[in-house]
């Protein structure tokens, strides 16, 4: 698949998934715009692929607030000339069920996984149009096609992402610029490292206990859901738009848990 001539930002690009995207989507010949919060983690990235003759910026700011999402977009346009891939992949995971999330908790999580990913998309579209074509692709989760106890914020934001992506593939579907969602399941990044830190146990049977109630029976790579980004990105998925693509090992095939 190659993305040669073409321009990506990819949101919370620093580290885990978005990283991964930004790496692959690299070595596709794209040109690529980091986002990320962390300086160090952001320079470490930037720095690696520039060494690898990658034309590469970074822009650090928090997606939550609206006015950096348009900063983020124009400078990318700006920098680049261009704007062909946008992946909204920065997110939070907050836990808890209705009564255990307070205000602040959920709106956060709705901030920077729903509202940033609109901001966001919006500005890229008035780019896209001008330029005649453009590919955004929302990383949501296998829970944003189901549910799952003691998420209650973080399901309601995937389940929202995934009736922005119809909603907007529908409403440019005749402009070229096509939007889609990938829904992977558990990968292994750092979010699952710190859960498996802090839960009770060896950290290396949790990990087998996890990957146990997958189909596959085992827990992906971040660069496997990279791959999946990139070919929502390549013109090999020139006929697909609003879809969601699920990334789960076989969860979402399931009625429950996998038999063990």
Not at 110 to 130: D, G, I, K, P, T
Request: charged fraction near 20%.
């Amino acid at each position: 698949m190659d993305l040669t001539g073409k321009v990506s930002l990819i949101t919370g690009s620093t580290t885990g998934i978005g990283e991964a995207c930004a790496r692959a989507m690299a070595a596709a010949g794209s040109s690529i715009m980091l986002h990320g919060r962390d300086e160090a983690r952001g320079k470490a990235v930037l720095d690696d692929l520039r060494g690898q003759g990658v034309d590469a910026d970074l822009m650090l700011g928090d997606v939550a607030d609206p006015a950096f999402c348009r900063q983020l977009v124009d400078t990318c346009f700006a920098r680049f000339g261009r704007i062909d891939v946008l992946v909204n992949n920065a997110g939070i995971l907050p836990e808890g069920n209705a009564p255990e999330t307070d205000d602040e908790a959920w709106m956060r999580c709705m901030q920077v996984n729903v509202n940033a990913v609109f901001f966001l998309s919006r500005a890229a579209v008035e780019h896209m149009r001008r330029q005649g074509s453009g590919n955004i692709i929302n990383i949501s989760s296998e829970w944003g096609l189901n549910g799952e106890q003691g998420f209650v914020a973080y399901c309601t934001s995937k389940g929202a992402l995934m009736q922005m992506t119809r909603c907007m593939a529908l409403d440019h579907a005749q402009e070229n610029i096509r939007v889609n969602a990938v829904c992977p399941a558990e990968i292994h990044t750092q979010i699952v490292d710190n859960w498996l830190a802090s839960a009770d146990g060896d950290p290396s049977e949790n990990l087998a206990k996890l990957a146990s109630g997958i189909p596959m029976r085992r827990v992906a790579q971040p660069e496997e859901v990279a791959a999946c980004v990139l070919f929502l990105a390549s013109d090999a998925s020139s006929y697909v738009t609003g879809s969601g693509l699920s990334v789960d090992g076989g969860n979402s095939a399931t009625g429950g848990p996998y038999p063990g």
